[in-house]
Nanobody, 124 residues
């Protein structure tokens, strides 16, 4: 397993940007496919996007395509979620998660480790 700590959340106006970071402990970060999820109050946790071990491929849910970008720096054991053109409906707690699988999966139960989450609030 790997320990994950998210940061970078906060309050932003609609149309603004935030960059979330997820720092991982351990020396095996590059062996994990990484995902970002979010959970709004009263709703189920939903997949936002993911990135492969090497960072060569990413995949996003339709609602964030063209606005969010996931990247990773394996030398720094960190994965990022750049969020642009934010909307009030993006308000949620954002979580990063690590999966030992090779392909990006949208299913939360397939991820092995989770961070504690960082809240994002987008005001209209």
């Amino acid at each position: 397993q790997v320990q994950l700590v998210e940061s970078g959340g906060g309050l932003v106006q609609a149309g603004g940007s935030l960059r979330l970071s997820c720092a991982a402990s351990g020396r095996t970060f590059s062996s994990f496919t990484m995902g970002w999820f979010r959970q709004a109050p009263g709703k189920e946790r939903e997949f936002v996007g993911g990135i492969t071990r090497s960072g060569d491929k990413t995949y996003y849910t339709d609602s964030v395509k063209g606005r969010f970008t996931i990247s990773r720096d394996n030398a720094k054991n960190t994965v990022y979620l750049q969020m642009n053109s934010l909307k009030p409906e993006d308000t949620a707690v954002y979580y990063c998660a690590a999966d030992r699988g090779v392909v990006i999966t949208t299913r939360p139960y397939e991820y092995d480790s989770w961070g504690q989450g960082t809240p994002v609030t987008v005001s209209s």
